[in-house]
T-cell receptor, first 114, second 114 residues
Framework: GENVEQHPSTLSVQEGDSAVIKCTYS??????FPWYKQELGKGPQLIID?????GEKKDQRIAVTLNKTAKHFSLHITETQPEDSAVYFC?????????????FGTGTRLTIIP | DAGVTQSPTHLIKTRGQQVTLRCSPI?????VSWYQQVLGQGPQFIFQ???????GRGNFPDRFSARQFPNYSSELNVNALLLGDSALYLC?????????????FGDGTRLSIL
């Protein structure tokens, strides 16, 4: 089955700097890659997603890049703010209409230092 | 519009007992998935239901079961509880309007086994 690895497990960044989180996946049939932000006591919140027919997607300060050949994808957060502090999860899903199984990475705890 | 709602928010049980967790999807969403999130890890897929039928099952024992009702709400049942079942149980819903629709999570039920 699919296996998703995520690095780093913890990341501290000065406010205003950029943060990058990287994930690799094992199943070449995966073609949907969402990123979730989870705050304490809350469920995961979808922040951005990318499909395999696209190499990059951007939404304001957040961007995701995908390299299908290398089977890795990354989350980039620019101009970080204290409210960006949370645990971030990447995930991958095999394209199969009706199949909703997401395989998650182990998470990155991002701390923004004021 | 209301997001995914789960009840109860917290639950304490003892070993050997049975538990039922409930989920109401976003209005219009027909697909419901259940995930288990152990502290410090990413969510693990348990089940997916669509139109009251099971569409996917993760690597969990038969003590775990679920169902979906005509209004698309869902229940997750766990029998013969073990200490290792202590976790945050998350429900996610998604639209059926095309492949790779985003999954939106509720805030989960925190289950503690004593």
């Amino acid at each position: 089955g699919e296996n998703v690895e995520q690095h780093p497990s913890t990341l501290s960044v000065q406010e205003g700097d950029s943060a990058v989180i990287k994930c690799t996946y094992s199943d070449s049939a995966s073609n949907y890659f969402p990123w979730y932000k989870q705050e304490l006591g809350k469920g995961p919140q979808l922040i951005i997603d990318i499909r395999s027919n696209v190499g990059e997607k951007k939404d304001q300060r957040i961007a995701v890049t995908l390299n299908k050949t290398a089977k890795h994808f990354s989350l980039h957060i620019t101009e970080t703010q204290p409210e960006d502090s949370a645990v971030y999860f990447c995930a991958a899903k095999v394209s199969n209409f009706g199949n909703e199984k997401l395989t998650f990475g182990t998470g990155t705890r991002l701390t923004i230092i004021p | 519009d209301a997001g995914v709602t789960q009840s109860p928010t917290h639950l304490i049980k003892t070993r050997g007992q049975q538990v039922t967790l409930r989920c109401s999807p976003i209005s219009g969403h027909k697909s419901v998935s259940w995930y288990q999130q152990v502290l410090g890890q990413g969510p693990q897929f348990i089940f997916q239901y669509y139109e009251k039928e099971e569409r996917g099952r993760g690597n969990f024992p038969d003590r775990f079961s679920a169902r979906q009702f005509p209004n698309y709400s869902s229940e997750l049942n766990v029998n013969a509880l073990l200490l290792g079942d202590s976790a945050l149980y998350l429900c996610a819903s998604s639209s059926d309007r095309g492949n790779n629709q985003p999954q939106h999570f509720g805030d989960g039920t925190r289950l503690s086994i004593l």
